[in-house]
């Protein structure tokens, strides 16, 4: 095994606290990460500034803050 594999498979078994949350896959979690830098920082966001910065769907918001409330960082 050379060690370029070994960094992917890392990679790839790398979890997040957003992984937990129903309606966020792989995409969504970069996209998140992308526009807001940490999981710190979306745990702080509003409902309205995760539809209007990461333009997600309001449910998939509210499920968001919805986690963060009852599971904080």
Same mark, same amino acid.
């Given at each position: 095994?050379?060690?370029?594999?070994? !960094?992917?498979?890392?990679?790839?078994?790398?979890?997040?606290?957003?992984?937990?949350?129903?309606?966020?896959?792989?995409k969504?979690?970069? !996209?998140?990460?992308?526009?807001?830098?940490?999981?710190?920082?979306?745990?702080?966001?509003?409902?309205?500034?995760?539809?209007?910065?990461?333009h997600?769907p309001?449910?998939?918001?509210?499920?968001?803050?919805?986690?963060?409330?009852t599971?904080?960082?």
């Amino acid at each position: 095994m050379c060690i370029r594999d070994s !960094k992917r498979r890392k990679k790839r078994t790398l979890t997040s606290q957003l992984d937990q949350i129903q309606g966020i896959g792989p995409k969504r979690r970069q !996209k998140l990460l992308t526009v807001f830098g940490s999981v710190k920082n979306i745990a702080s966001c509003s409902k309205e500034e995760l539809m209007s910065k990461a333009h997600l769907p309001e449910k998939v918001a509210e499920q968001i803050v919805r986690y963060f409330k009852t599971n904080p960082l």
